[in-house]
C-alpha cells in the first residue's frame, strides 16, 4: 500500500511562501494521481492541486499562479510550493494518491481532476495558517 506523510505547515503572515513537502513509499503503480487537497472545519474539501504520473498538472482556480505542484519521484517527495499566501488560504493539507487508467484520455478517471474517482490513501495532514 502507497503511504504518504506531509511536512512543511507553519503559521505565516499574508503574502508569505510556504513550501509543503510529501514522502511517499510504496508501490505507486506506474499510471497514478497525487494530489494536494485542503480542508477547513465545517468546509467540503477541495482539491488544490493534482499532478500524474506523466507531470500532467491540475490547479483549482483559486490557486492558479500562486501554487505550483511538482514531484521528485527519485526522492519519492511531493511538493505544493505556495505564494502570495491569504488567510482564506488556512486549512490542513493533506497529500494523497489513486491509481489511475493508463490512458489519460479515457472518459472515466483518466485525468486527474476527475471529481467521480476518489483519492485512496492519504496523508495526515499539515496546518497552514496564514494570518492577515
Known amino acids: 500500500q502507497v503511504q504518504l506523510t506531509e511536512y512543511g505547515g507553519d503559521s505565516v503572515m499574508a503574502g508569505g511562501s510556504l513550501r509543503l513537502s510529501c ?4 508501490d505507486t503503480h506506474s499510471h497514478h494521481c497525487m494530489g494536494w487537497i485542503r480542508q477547513l472545519p465545517g468546509k467540503n474539501r477541495e482539491r488544490v492541486a493534482g499532478i500524474d504520473s506523466d507531470g500532467v498538472v491540475d490547479y483549482a482556480d483559486s490557486v492558479k499562479g500562486r501554487f505550483t505542484i511538482s514531484k521528485d519521484s527519485a526522492k519519492n517527495l511531493l511538493y505544493l ?7 482564506s488560504d488556512s486549512a490542513t493539507y493533506r497529500c494523497a494518491w489513486r491509481p489511475r487508467p493508463a490512458d489519460p484520455a479515457s472518459p472515466f478517471c483518466g485525468r486527474c481532476q476527475d471529481l467521480r474517482c476518489e483519492y485512496n490513501r492519504w496523508g495526515q495532514g499539515t496546518q497552514v495558517t496564514v494570518s492577515s
Do not use: E, K
Open 81 to 87: 510550493q505556495m505564494n502570495n499566501l491569504t488567510a
Open 23 to 26: 514522502v511517499f513509499s510504496g
